[in-house]
Nanobody
Framework: QVQLVESGGGSVQAGGSLRLSCVASGYTYTKRCMGWFRQAPGKEREGVAVIFTSDGSAYYADSVKGRFTISLDNAKNTAYLQMNSLKPEDTAMYYC????????????????????WGQGTQVTVSS
């Protein structure tokens, strides 16, 4: 059974750091996008960061550039999201997803081609 399982969420103060993990079990993803998306209460889901499993190229939302880093450990079928300098506006449920690349690219629009979603992990940042 193909499954994505996120972990690493929690509560931190502004300026703190968290590292989220997304383990993909039951399947080895090649030539796919793995991404992190988030949804805050009362808001639509938005893309945070996406990475191409084949070459590690990454794409970030403007709101997290310079603070968040997405990475892969292909041997472990795991994607990570290192989040530094967290802000209260980063508070949301964070979801991991696997998507089909669009025209060979992985960016935030890959949310539309997602084939697998995790259950989410909550991140809360207090001021």
């Amino acid at each position: 059974q193909v499954q994505l399982v996120e972990s690493g969420g929690g509560s931190v103060q502004a300026g703190g750091s968290l590292r989220l993990s997304c383990v993909a079990s039951g399947y080895t993803y090649t030539k796919r996008c793995m991404g992190w998306f988030r949804q805050a209460p009362g808001k639509e889901r938005e893309g945070v960061a996406v990475i191409f499993t084949s070459d590690g190229s990454a794409y970030y939302a403007d709101s997290v550039k310079g603070r968040f880093t997405i990475s892969l450990d292909n041997a472990k079928n795991t994607a990570y999201l290192q989040m530094n300098s967290l802000k209260p506006e980063d508070t949301a449920m964070y979801y991991c997803a696997v998507s089909i690349p669009v025209k060979g690219n992985c960016d935030l629009s890959s949310e539309a081609t997602a084939t697998q979603w995790g259950q989410g992990t909550q991140v809360t940042v207090s001021s």
